[in-house]
């Protein structure tokens, strides 16, 4: 009797086994079909040779930036800096005062002037961490790496000045 029950289970597992491999083998099928319609042939472009850019949030700054460096950057305006405007780094936004005092005591360390700001979101009181304001976008994104170097979330934001 356990002798049958064995093989009834090996059965089972083996029509799982077989299910499951032409499943994976219809899908693979489907894949590679696909592939076709949405791959660009690159050799029917005017230039096969050209770059192909890929590009991330971190890596997309306008200015490569040596962190070792104490010297600060040197104020260049590009020309998408507006006079009224300010930019400044947000941290992030907490539910939990305690994780913001940490994250601003961080800031704080890499001699950064850290802000907290109370707002309401979806009804609950939240917390949002800035930094000070910087003149100019270059500085901004030097700050930004710093921050990110620290293992800090941030991002750059633009607001008018008051």
């Given at each position: 009797m356990a002798a049958n029950n064995d093989s009834l289970q090996e059965s089972i597992l083996i029509r799982r086994a077989k299910r499951r491999l032409i499943g994976a083998l219809f899908i693979l099928v489907i894949l590679i079909t696909l592939s076709f319609f949405f791959l660009q042939d690159r050799s029917q472009l005017?230039?096969?040779n050209q770059d192909i850019k890929v590009s991330f949030t971190d890596s997309d700054l306008k200015t490569?930036?040596?962190l070792d460096d104490p010297k600060p950057l040197a104020k260049v305006a590009s020309s998408s800096e507006v006079d009224d405007?300010?930019?400044m780094i947000q941290v992030g936004i907490f539910s939990d005062k305690t994780n913001a005092s940490k994250h601003a005591?961080?800031?704080q360390?890499?001699?950064y002037d850290p802000k907290l700001e109370y707002i309401e979101l979806e009804g609950r009181q939240s917390v949002k961490?800035?930094?000070e304001s910087?003149?100019?976008e270059?500085?901004?994104e030097y700050a930004l790496l710093k921050i990110k170097k620290a293992n800090l979330p941030g991002m750059i934001k633009i607001k008018a000045s008051q």
């Open positions: 005017d230039n096969p490569k930036v040596d405007k300010k930019f005591q961080t800031l360390a890499l001699g961490l800035i930094t910087f003149e100019s270059s500085d901004a």
